[in-house]
Structure formats: C-alpha cells, structure tokens
C-alpha cells in the first residue's frame, strides 16, 4: 500500500502496463502536506517503486500523460478558490524503460508503418526496422486526467507474429476481452525491453448487431445490459526493473524536463 494518504494524486498507466502516481496531497488540498515522490506500481507482483521528486505540488486541477515516446508529462495544479497556489509549469518524467545498462539513452525500435483505423478483432500489419527483434507489442489507451479523474484508459500485451517484410501481424482484441472504441497507441519492444515511439490508432466502434444479444435486451426498451463481455483487459505483465528519473531541465524546449507555460 502506498506510504500516506494521496488526495488529488493521478494514476497514469504506462507504456509498459505499469501505473504511475503522482501529486496528492496527505492534507486534502494543502501544500504542507503535497507529496512530491511518484510511486510507480507494478502489478505484475503487486510492489511500488518511488521516483525521484518532482519540483511543484500536483494538487487539484493537475494533469498527468503518457507521451508517445514513452515519457509522463505531468503538469499544473491549483487555480481553484480554495488553492494555495497556481502552478503554471510542467515537468517530464522519464522512465527506466527509455535507458540501457549503463544508463545512457537506449536506441529503440522504430514503427515504420501503422495503420490508422482498425476494428475489434481484426488482424492488422505494423511495419517496423526489424520484425526479428520485436518481442513485445502493447496497446495504450490515450488518456487524459482532470480533477484527479482517469477519463481514459486501457491496456492490452498484444498477440503477434512476424510476418515478411519487416511487418508484424497483430491480433486485435475482441470487445469481449475488453477493447473499447477510441484512441490507443501501440508500443513495438525490442529484446532489451526498450519500446519504439507509438503509433497512434483509431479503434472503431462495431455495428451493434455484432455484441447485442437478444437475451440482454430489457422489454419495452431500456438499457442493454451485459453482451459485451468483461471490461478488464486480460494482463500479461512481464515487465521487471525500476528507476527513472525526472529530467532537469529549466526551460522549455522539444525533448526536455521543465516547461515554462
């Protein structure tokens, strides 16, 4: 369980399947009790892992992201009536996954094609620079938090195998497993457990003759109930490592920690 009481914290989920939270405070929404550490769980064996801090409170009307390379960009805080402070600023977080061994910047996987639109179990193509070095593929809903509210998020390891061409053939999850209609990106890992920069796809929605059965159907209308199978998404965590670190820059620039707004 987490060390104190986090009010008005965020859950990101990351690109690995991890959760990361951040911001809150252990006093409703005063700074004297703001947590600056994150705590990144990892629900494959159920730990937490701190981070290192960050430089303003996250309390009320902050927002955390998953980025498309990987990176969490967390951001803002206060602008309320009972708010201590504004906090027009951001920082980026970098997890461990973006670093070799020797805690360098690790050269990653590259997406060459993706495609735009795809359905609930359809199987789809995704071109890479090397097909034979692909050992993982995950699926991301774009999220977005406000009010400490997750609007928005999925996660799936994704079945895949490697086709000709450098392209991999990937099996998209049924609605039964848990696909939702929206925006994910799609994350191809290397052995070294460094992922590429996502592709960023559109899932459509299915006709609804395809999900509704009869017997969920209420009389004289009303509410489908049930048809579409669990919302949890099957988890194949398998991800093991910590660290990470915010990057310290000051001010803003493509690519760097600390943006001034």
Do not use: C
């Amino acid at each position: 369980s987490l060390s104190s009481t986090r009010n008005w914290s965020n859950m990101t989920v990351m690109a690995d399947g991890k959760v990361f939270i951040n911001g809150g405070s252990s006093q409703g929404n005063l700074e004297v009790g703001a947590i600056k550490t994150a705590v990144i769980w990892n629900p494959a064996n159920n730990s937490l892992t701190e981070t290192d801090g960050e430089v303003s409170p996250r309390l009320y009307h902050s927002t955390t992201v998953l980025l498309q390379d990987g990176r969490i960009l967390t951001a803002g805080g206060g602008a309320a009536g009972f708010a201590e402070n504004s906090y027009l600023d951001a920082q980026i977080y970098s997890p461990d996954y973006k670093f070799g061994p020797d805690g360098t910047l690790a050269e990653r996987p590259r997406i060459t094609s993706s495609p735009k639109n795809v359905r609930p179990s359809q199987t789809i193509r995704l071109g890479v620079d090397d097909a034979n070095a692909i050992q993982r593929v995950t699926f991301v809903k774009t999220n977005g938090v406000t009010h400490s509210v997750q609007m928005s998020s999925g996660f799936f390891d994704l079945d895949f195998s490697a086709g000709l061409n450098n392209e991999i053939e990937i099996d998209v999850p049924s609605i039964q497993d848990g696909m939702e209609p929206g925006s994910w990106m799609i994350y191809a890992w290397n052995r070294g457990d460094i992922p590429s920069v996502a592709g960023i796809v559109r899932v459509n929605p299915v006709p609804e003759q395809a999900f509704v059965q009869n017997g969920n159907l209420l009389l004289n209308g009303g509410f489908e109930t049930g048809g579409v199978g669990s919302r949890v998404a099957p988890l194949g965590w398998d991800i093991s490592g910590t660290g990470g670190r915010f990057e310290s820059a000051t001010r803003a620039s493509e690519g760097t920690g600390l943006y001034a707004i």
